[in-house]
């Protein structure tokens, strides 16, 4: 019934999960010339057309011609998928529900590129904004950012962590190259660009940062900035002074904008349209919840079911029933999103496009590879008491349970054209709240943009970095608020996309202190850790023993 189900949703959504054509796992039927062939091994073949599709899927930056160590890493990921054809395993409900999530996330990624190329601003709300945008038009003062953090791994090592600072800082002023620096020292994200965060202007930064950040100089170093998670270092590569801008620059500007508030607008009336069309229907999550109860329906009788989803919530995540009925809910708000926009990709061919039709094939190869390795490999791999005791012993510092805020949320999008319209609608929204015409939970029902909002915008239980996760400025917020039903300030919070911002109300419930958990309260993270360390060392030897196997020969002069 289970699988009869998922298939439902695969014919809903065009997606053919279950049957989709390998990429010539055993052999191609088709005839290859031999100039487009790079490797050859035992079972298969490796064209130029798979290498360069492989190196875009595993969003390799460095290779350069055809490397052998890539050659290997198609080979036995083909070969390992084979194997799982053979033995049945992209038929089990695992790889179909996992297949099928997978695959729908890539088309709706490809869905809403499409989209925004096909953006179009009309012309007479393009001039109008250009002429209304050239009386009050400035480009105010920017400057191009690279940043080194180091995070506190506990409050005892802050003093070591700062020391460590002073110490690369020093190393920097004396001529050691900024981006080497970042990228063997940094804790955050960007270290893998430099250190580069990128151009920023006034309003982007959190105010303490932006303080420090506006000052600098081409080429000069901040002094070391203290947060709640660690220790920042900012170097400033370039500084963009404030300037009028000519028309054609504001014209620029100006189709950008509005064609990303027309996407945006129309992305989210899609989104509106996929959540009208199917309905969530949470059961209380135990070990004896009926596997075929449906959770989620669309409006054509498909539907997945309770066996299904659970295996998506806890993919990844914790055991089902200890996640929240909000983080379910958000998750099941995904899964229909995903499901629909996959629909719409299929119906406009986009998965038939060259690219995204082997990327596909790449997400469903190197699933099955996983597949055969955890049936093959994983079996058996469990650590033992006397391990996952003296991992715990070794190291206390992972186990505290955070300090956490209870809060509930109100969310909206801006952009920098309507941004003070709607930072005075959300004032007013919070003034009414205050005055007791309205509760906090009608006012996220009714306006919030969060997927909290149909359970009255609350956001559960929060540790600081979860919340420093949402941005700075909700956390600075967060953290002044001490009495219950206290409701912060309208926060703006700057997001990823340029020039766009969140703006928030939130309302503070409790908070929980900081302590250290129990060895059995550890013991199912320890005990996943362990097993998943051992299971992905196994891994790596029988992927060597597989390499080896299938004699893996390069093409004369194709690979270096």
Not at 249 to 261: C, D, H, I, P, Y
Not at 367 to 385: I, K, N, T, W
Request: hydrophobic share 40%; net charge neutral.
């Amino acid at each position: 019934m289970l699988i009869q189900q998922i298939n439902q949703i695969t014919c809903l959504c065009m997606m053919c999960v279950i049957v989709s054509p390998p990429i010539c796992f055993a052999g191609n039927a088709e005839v290859t010339e031999q100039s487009d062939v790079v490797a050859v091994y035992r079972g298969g073949t490796i064209t130029r057309d798979e290498y360069a599709s492989w190196v875009r899927y595993r969003k390799i930056t460095e290779a350069q011609g055809i490397d052998h160590r890539i050659v290997t890493q198609i080979a036995v990921t083909k070969a390992l998928a084979q194997q799982a054809l053979v033995a049945g395993l992209d038929a089990t409900t695992e790889i179909s529900v996992r297949l099928f999530s997978e695959q729908s996330r890539y088309l709706q990624r490809k869905l809403k590129q499409h989209l925004f190329s096909q953006t179009r601003v009309p012309a007479d709300e393009l001039e109008r904004d250009v002429t209304a945008r050239m009386q009050k038009a400035s480009i105010p003062r920017r400057v191009k950012l690279r940043n080194l953090f180091l995070r506190y791994p506990n409050t005892d090592e802050s003093e070591q962590t700062r020391k460590r600072m002073e110490s690369i800082r020093q190393s920097i002023l004396e001529g050691a190259d900024f981006e080497t620096m970042a990228l063997e020292h940094s804790d955050s994200q960007t270290r893998f660009r430099g250190g580069l965060i990128g151009v920023v202007r006034v309003g982007d930064l959190h105010p303490e940062v932006e303080a420090v950040a506006m000052r600098l100089k081409a080429g000069e170093i901040s002094s070391i900035m203290e947060s709640v998670d660690g220790l920042t270092v900012l170097q400033c590569d370039q500084v963009y002074e404030a300037h009028q801008p000519t028309v054609d620059e504001v014209r620029m500007n100006t189709v950008s904008s509005l064609r990303r508030k027309l996407h945006n607008q129309e992305w989210k009336e899609l989104e509106d349209t996929w959540r009208h069309a199917a309905s969530i229907h949470l059961p209380a999550w135990t070990d004896d919840t009926a596997v075929d109860v449906p959770v989620i329906r669309f409006l054509d009788g498909a539907s997945l079911t309770a066996k299904a989803f659970r295996l998506l919530a806890e993919n990844p995540g914790p055991p089902i029933a200890q996640q929240s009925q909000e983080r379910l809910r958000a998750k099941a708000d995904q899964i229909v999103l995903y499901t629909q926009a996959a629909r719409q990709a299929r119906e406009l061919g986009l998965h038939t496009l060259p690219d995204h039709k082997l990327h596909l094939n790449w997400i469903r190869a190197s699933m099955l590879a996983d597949a055969v390795l955890d049936q093959q490999v994983a079996p058996g791999v469990r650590p033992s008491e006397t391990a996952m005791r003296a991992f715990f012993a070794d190291h206390p510092e992972r186990f505290i349970l955070p300090e956490a805020f209870h809060l509930e949320g109100i969310a909206v999008g801006a952009d920098r054209s309507d941004v003070y319209e709607k930072e005075r609608a959300l004032r007013g929204l919070r003034g009414k709240i205050l005055n007791g015409s309205l509760t906090f939970a009608e006012a996220a029902r009714m306006h919030s943009e969060l997927p909290s909002s149909d359970s009255g915008g609350a956001l559960g239980w929060l540790s600081r970095r979860e919340i420093a996760a949402l941005g700075p400025n909700i956390l600075a917020a967060v953290t002044e608020l001490s009495m219950e039903g206290q409701i912060t300030s309208v926060v703006q919070q700057n997001v990823q996309t340029k020039r766009a911002c969140q703006l928030w109300l939130l309302r503070f419930k409790g908070t929980r202190r900081a302590r250290p958990l129990t060895f059995e309260e550890a013991r199912s993270g320890i005990e996943r850790r362990l097993t998943r360390e051992a299971q992905e060392e196994k891994k790596i030897q029988h992927r060597a023993v597989v390499a080896t196997a299938i004699d893996i020969r390069p093409i004369e002069g194709a690979v270096k």
